[in-house]
C-alpha cells in the first residue's frame, strides 16, 4: 500500500505561481514513476508532467516551458512548479505512484487549482 499525500492548490490570477507537492509513504519501490495528471469539470483527465527516480521528465505539450516537476528521491516526495498559469490550467490536479518490483498504481485524493482571468 502507498499513500499519497498532496499539497499546494489554491486560486491564483493569471499569470501567476504555484507549487504542488506529493510526498509517498508506505511500501515505496526503488524504482518508481511520479507524476501530476490534472482533470477539468466534464473532461478527461490529463497526463501534466511525470519523472523517473533517476530524473527522466515527460510533459504535456501545453505546459512546457511554464510548469517544472522534480523529485526528492530521500523523501519520495514529487513537486510541480507552475508558472505563468493561465484559466485552462484550472483543474483538480492528481499525484501518481506506480512501482516496478511489481506492477502498482496509486493516486491522491487531488488538489484544487484554480486560476483567474
Known amino acids: 500500500q502507498v499513500q499519497l499525500a498532496e499539497s499546494g492548490g489554491g486560486l491564483v490570477q493569471a499569470g501567476g505561481s504555484l507549487r504542488l507537492s506529493c510526498a509517498a509513504s508506505?511500501?515505496?519501490?526503488?524504482?518508481?514513476?511520479m507524476g501530476w495528471y490534472r482533470q477539468a469539470p466534464g473532461k478527461q483527465r490529463e497526463l501534466v508532467a511525470v519523472i523517473t527516480t533517476g530524473g527522466s521528465a515527460n510533459y504535456a505539450d501545453s505546459v512546457k516551458g511554464r510548469f517544472t516537476i522534480s523529485r526528492d528521491n530521500a523523501k519520495n516526495t514529487v513537486y510541480l512548479q507552475m508558472n505563468s498559469l493561465k484559466p485552462e490550467d484550472t483543474a483538480v490536479y492528481y499525484c501518481?505512484?506506480?512501482?516496478?518490483?511489481?506492477?502498482?498504481?496509486?493516486w491522491g485524493q487531488g488538489t484544487q487549482v484554480t486560476v483567474s482571468s
Open positions: 508506505g511500501s515505496i519501490d526503488s524504482s518508481n514513476v
Open positions: 501518481r505512484y506506480s512501482g516496478s518490483v511489481v506492477y502498482s498504481a496509486y
